[in-house]
């Protein structure tokens, strides 16, 4: 029997072993083949060979984890260990089906954003291959989310210069009237959402320092009019409350090393009556345009409150 001993004097074992040593009941579980004791600052393992070869890289993960970011949690454990399970003879291997998508963004304090459901995978894939991409469905789905996510990842790859975050200032069913202050300060209650997303992305002083060099730039629809958009990530959030001639007027903007997301629920149209949504439109004649592409969510990819899909569900019978 092999004996392999592995130190973990430069973190804090309580962020590695987790609370009531969960973290450690999981890695045993899923290493059964192994006895794996730890004491103090020195891990022990006996056992095969190859599964130790397989404990020590997975380990190895884990501890790195925990020296970058300071954190670790169960699903960070189960990801961790499960990212390359199959290597593992384990019978208590991780499933593929349960095992997340790409990490699209590490954020403050350890934070993993990445797409979790099918679709929000389809999204990461077809932008790869396309320069638009239309990601439609009912909310809570993560649409606006993954666009954002998949922009800040753009920017810190290098890819593009500069992120552009837009949406419509359309009022959701309320007259809100008069807003208070200056520019900013009235276009700001519209844009609160993209705001919260990048809030997950991007550290706080840094993503301060991003707006006011404008690296990264948020703006109602309309200030979009007469640009050029190159260089950029650019995403139109709740484009089904702009027009046909707004919708028209956002995709020419695209210059030449540009990508663009638009992200729309037309189930969810605050325009007046009488004024129809320019998503519906684009949806339709846009379709066959190579380099453009639809992908649609459903409430199968509800990343919310597990309550969300029911309610969806619900008001889906009086649309």
């Known amino acids: 029997m092999n004996e392999l001993k592995l130190s973990i004097e430069e973190i804090n074992p309580a962020i590695l072993w987790g609370p009531n040593n969960d973290h450690f009941e999981i890695i045993k579980k899923q290493f059964p ?12 393992a006996l056992g095969d060979e190859h599964e130790l070869t397989v ?10 984890h925990v020296e970058k970011f300071q954190t670790l949690n169960v699903n960070e454990v189960e990801r961790l260990l499960g990212t390359k399970a199959e290597n593992s003879k384990s019978a208590d291997a991780v499933p593929d089906k349960f095992v997340s998508g790409e990490v699209l963004v590490f ?12 679709n929000q995978r389809r999204m990461v894939d077809s932008l790869n291959k396309n320069d638009i991409l239309f990601a439609i469905g009912p909310a809570g789905t993560g649409k606006t989310y993954t666009a954002v996510a998949l922009a800040v990842r753009a920017l810190k790859n290098k890819e593009i210069k500069r992120i552009i975050l837009t949406r419509p200032a359309v009022e ?3 007259n809100l009237g008069f807003l208070p202050g200056d520019l900013k300060e009235k276009i700001d209650p519209y844009l ?3 705001y919260d997303a990048l809030d997950d992305m991007i550290p706080a002083e840094k993503l301060k320092l991003y707006l006011e060099n404008r690296t990264i730039e948020i703006a109602p629809l309309a200030f979009m009019r007469g640009r050029t958009l190159d260089g950029c990530f650019v995403i139109l959030d709740e484009a089904q409350n702009a027009t046909d001639m707004q919708l028209k007027m956002f995709l020419t903007r695209m210059g030449p090393t540009a990508k663009f997301i638009v992200t729309g629920d037309v189930t969810q149209i605050d325009l007046p009556k009488k004024q129809q949504s320019g998503l519906y439109t684009a949806l339709r004649i846009l379709t066959d345009i190579k380099g453009i592409d639809i992908v649609y969510l459903s409430g199968e990819d509800v990343v919310r409150h597990k309550l969300v899909k029911r309610i969806l569900e619900a008001y889906g019978d009086i649309q």
């Open 55 to 64: 404990f020590k890289e997975k380990f190895d993960e884990l501890v790195q």
């Open 33 to 44: 083949k192994l006895k794996i004791v730890a004491r103090g600052s020195e891990v022990k």
């Open 172 to 174: 959701a069913g309320e």
């Open 192 to 194: 609160r959402p993209l």
């Open 107 to 118: 954020g403050p304090n350890g934070i993993m954003v990445k797409a979790r459901t099918p």
